[in-house]
């Protein structure tokens, strides 16, 4: 009998300590004020990618509709290499940011534009199965390194829709 106490003691403990190294260090009330990770945009969970200023130019643009923007769009490497093949659809895995800064006058040089303030970035990602309904793509809004309301998100895909559906949904075009 006392084999048996000692037993249920012994299996006991470790069903404590399993459980208590399942649900990891920490309280409660820690777990939930710990950051939950990178912020993602509504609808398509897009975050910021890490290093993506390093990636290469593929083209500028200059908008001078309501946004009047200097634009930078930059490729990750999977896109570049499709965009150097001229590959369409871009393969699973493309990723393009969009640097957009208010354009200002060059105080030293008359006729010429700089960049200003900085508005937002954006992302488009290709993943054709999680973004299916949108033909492939998963967009992100950033504004000051938050995510844009689902609002503005909602008005990606029509527009990339209504527009360049031919080109897989891009606007961008490679400046060699």
Known sequence: M???????????????????????PGTAEEKAAAPAGPPAS?????????????????????????KDELRAILANDIAMKAFRTNTLPFPDGSIFAKLAWKREPMKE????????????????????????????????????????EEAAHKTCFPCHQANVKDRDFVFTRFAP
């Open 2 to 24: 006392h084999c048996l106490a000692a037993r249920n003691l012994l299996l006991t403990g470790f069903a404590v300590l399993s459980m208590a190294l399942l649900a990891g």
């Open 42 to 66: 509504p609808i398509f969970g897009v975050t910021v990618p890490e290093g993506y200023r390093d990636w290469p130019l593929i083209a500028v643009s200059h908008r001078t509709d309501n």
């Open 109 to 148: 040089f008359a006729g010429a534009w700089v960049p200003g303030v900085a508005p937002r970035i954006e992302f488009m990602v290709k993943d054709s199965k999680k973004y299916a309904s949108t033909g492939g793509w998963g967009f992100g809004r950033f504004i000051d390194g938050k995510p844009a």
